[in-house]
């Protein structure tokens, strides 16, 4: 059987969480048997996914790249009591099946116990993380968000049960049927530069010091390019150009892809909306290489906003 290999699809290296990692195998979702099939092979890895941390593996040396952490089919009957939530991720390069095993229902302590490694927050994963075990966790994550969330029905309020191998949930109710499907939060993030300088905002609820690019949800209606000119001139006050996408990110906290664009101000007179933003400014390349001695810093290294930031200060 041919595997999909998605690595082959970026004409330039993809952002962390965003290496694809996985053949989806989009027509095995609709074999029934497809958890029972799985559960007989020994080569089938189930990730574990507790409250929407992931399993990570024991790291050998403090400064170890993190590796993701399988457990094997024999592993997982300790969680049956708990009625963990199968999904059926795919498979890798190498046909290894993946399914993400949601045991939120497990306590702390037994989730630890039943399990080798530790749970930790995706997001404050080192960015030396491998790219395909990083798309990997982001994959389980997002799916086993959804599903925590969506346990009874938009349309009529009863039960849903989980179907296509968890990609799709259908309503209990036999006068309503309704089918839905996991949803992805489209966000948009933007480098705006005028002449020499780049455009850095905060939050307020942001670590002390820390600066970033502009960000904002796409609205109903409205194209990528309009949500990324809306949200400047409502924070900054700053209308732009030349919209530009560069690049996107897998951003699954909880259920956002970061869509990662460039933008020319046309003039550098801010307006700031402090409803929005506490603060923001124009800094140069001399500007950042002070961010420390100020107390300031770019946001983590694992973050689309970091790379959009570092290709301009590079250029
Ligand atoms: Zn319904």
Redesign the pocket.
């Known amino acids: 059987m041919t595997v999909f290999d998605p690595h082959t699809i970026h004409p330039f290296l993809p952002n962390n969480l965003g290496f694809g990692g996985l053949d989806r195998d989009d027509h095995a979702r609709g074999d029934d048997s497809i958890f029972s099939q799985l559960a007989q092979q020994k080569t089938t890895r189930y990730l574990p996914v507790w409250r929407s941390m992931n399993l990570f593996a024991p790291q050998a040396t403090e400064n170890a790249p993190p590796h993701l952490c399988w457990l094997d089919p024999t592993q997982i009957a300790a969680f049956a009591e708990y009625n963990p939530i199968f999904i059926y991720l795919g498979r890798d390069r190498d046909n290894h099946a993946y399914i993400a095993l949601d045991i939120s229902a497990c306590d702390e302590a037994k989730a630890a116990r039943l399990t080798p490694g530790h749970f930790a927050d995706l997001r404050e994963a080192s960015p030396l993380i491998d790219g395909d075990e990083g798309s990997i966790l982001a994959y389980a994550r997002a799916l086993c968000f959804w599903h925590q969330r969506h346990g009874f029905?938009g349309?009529?309020g009863?039960q849903t049960i989980l179907a296509r191998a968890g990609h799709m949930r259908v309503?209990a109710?036999p006068d309503?049927n309704?089918q839905h499907f996991p949803r992805t939060d489209a966000a948009m993030i933007v480098r705006v530069t005028y002449g020499d300088k780049i455009l850095l905002g905060r939050q307020a609820i942001w670590p002390e010091g820390m600066m970033s690019t502009l960000a904002g949800f796409v609205e109903p209606g409205e194209t990528l390019e309009h949500a990324v000119a809306r949200e400047v001139y409502e924070e900054a006050g700053i209308i732009v150009k030349n919209v530009r996408y560069q690049h996107s990110q897998p951003w699954p906290f909880p259920a956002s892809l970061m869509l990662g664009f460039s933008a020319e101000a046309v003039s550098d007179r801010l307006q700031i909306n402090h409803h929005e933003i506490e603060h923001a400014d124009w800094f140069t390349k001399a500007d950042i290489q002070q961010f420390d001695e100020k107390g300031m810093f770019l946001p983590r290294k694992l973050s689309i906003s970091r790379r959009l930031i570092e290709e301009w200060l590079n250029r």
């Open positions: 029905c349309v009529c009863h309503c109710n309503c309704a």
